[in-house]
């Protein structure tokens, strides 16, 4: 196992900054883990576990371990006529994994197409996308604690999925190596097109690959790709806000976008971003999508505290006009 010093973190990140790394480790397997936790050298030494990096901004060089997370395997545990179970290596691509699901009429994730990023990071903020969220998908994540080197399985309840979070992103942030996630898919025909967008497709006409590939249109339309302009999708969560604060709103602005979420409704946050001017707005090397003003983009800044300071301006921006706070999706570091 080679250890990189003084490591370059620019290509391990969507967003390109520059920063760089005390240690570096590529991961293939949990040995490996185990081995830097019980080296005592390392007993002291902070550590994070990267995927594909792109819901992450470095602000600062990492002093510490990054372990490059690259534990392959897709295995089938059981099957029967209705469903699937797939154990799958944590350092997997994810749209990878998606295709394969694809490609053998596995049904359930396909919604999640072309989502970057790795296996392992699914569960850690519930990745979803278009009326899916990859907790109806996920039966186990199995892991290893940093501290100790001890193994752990959580069943889906225990994994506290909500939108966009877990108990992986809150208490266990950065404290548990996640090695493989067991995917639980149907083998019956059955797609979700709910989503506006997907509103206007016939079920009984479109087949898993076709689905894919009309997710993968429209996000490619929205969002721009992180190969050309450095980003790491939607900058923050949407907020859910109580009925009072959509009435506020709904007296100075008749065009507000929301959506019922349980009790609560879910107002889209570039929406409000949008009302506050910034779609497209540019400053030195960094700015605002002008395809989507959830999308903070890096033209050309070699440092993610530039990108934090953005982000900081639009919460007080959005905190000023409509009293609400946005929270960050992405892991500042
Ligand atoms: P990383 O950025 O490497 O890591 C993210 C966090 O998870 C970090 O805190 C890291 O320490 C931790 N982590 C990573 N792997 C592990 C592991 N094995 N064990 C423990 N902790 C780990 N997200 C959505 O939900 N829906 C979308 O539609 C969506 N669209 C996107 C579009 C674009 C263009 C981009 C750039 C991002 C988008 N994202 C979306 C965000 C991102 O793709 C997901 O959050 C993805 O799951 C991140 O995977 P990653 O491997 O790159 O994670
Ligand atoms: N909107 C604007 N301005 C814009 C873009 C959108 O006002 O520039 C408004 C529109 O009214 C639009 C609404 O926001 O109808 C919702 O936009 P969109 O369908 O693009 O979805 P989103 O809420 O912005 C969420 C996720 C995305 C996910 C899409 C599709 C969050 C934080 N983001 O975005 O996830 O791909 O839905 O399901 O929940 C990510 O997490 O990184 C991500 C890209």
Redesign the pocket.
């Known amino acids: 196992m080679s250890i990189k010093r003084n490591f370059s973190l620019g290509n391990y ?2 967003f390109g900054v520059k920063h760089k790394a005390n240690f570096f480790i590529e991961i293939k397997n949990k040995g490996q883990i185990n081995d830097i936790i019980n080296n005592k050298k390392y007993d002291k030494v902070r550590k ?9 901004l470095f602000t600062k060089d990492y002093n510490g371990i990054v372990f490059l ?1 690259k534990i392959k395997g897709i295995r089938k545990i059981s099957e029967d006529d209705n469903n699937v179970l797939l154990r799958v290596g ?2 997997e691509n ?1 749209d990878d994994f998606v295709e394969y699901c694809v490609k053998k009429n596995y049904y359930g994730l396909e919604n ?1 197409s072309l ?4 296996v ?3 569960p ?6 278009y009326g899916v969220e990859v907790k109806n998908l996920i039966e186990r994540v199995e ?1 290893i604690f940093l501290n100790n080197g001890i193994k752990k399985n959580f069943n889906n309840k225990s994994c506290e999925f909500q939108y ?1 979070d877990s108990i ?2 809150g208490k266990l ?2 404290k ?4 493989s996630v067991d995917f639980v898919l149907s083998k019956i025909k059955s797609f979700n097109v709910s989503y506006k967008e997907l509103k206007h497709l016939d079920i009984k006409s479109i087949s898993l690959n076709s689905l894919r590939n009309e997710i993968i249109k429209i ?1 490619n339309s929205k ?4 190969g050309d302009i450095g ?4 900058f923050f969560k949407n907020p859910l806000v109580d009925r009072i604060i959509i009435d506020k709103i709904k007296n100075e602005f008749n065009d507000l976008v929301y959506f019922k979420d349980g009790e609560k409704f879910k107002i889209p946050a570039a929406w409000l971003i949008e009302k506050c001017g910034w779609k497209g707005y540019k400053e030195n090397n960094i700015g605002v999508s002008d395809k989507h003003a959830l ?1 903070i983009v890096n033209y050309n800044a070699k440092k993610g505290k530039e990108i934090k300071e953005l982000s900081n301006k639009i919460i007080d921006d959005v905190k000023d006009k409509f009293k609400i706070k946005l929270i960050p ?1 992405v ?1 500042i570091i």
Do not use: C, H, M, Y
Request: no cysteine; aromatic share 8%; proline share 6%.
């Open positions: 990140n969507s994070l576990i990267l995927g594909g990096g792109s819901n992450i997370n944590s350092g994810w999640l989502i970057p990023g790795s392992g990071a699914a850690i903020q519930n990745i979803g996308a892991g966009r992986f992103k942030k950065n548990f190596f996640i090695t996000r969002l721009p790709d992180p980003n790491a999708g939607s999308v999706e892991n």
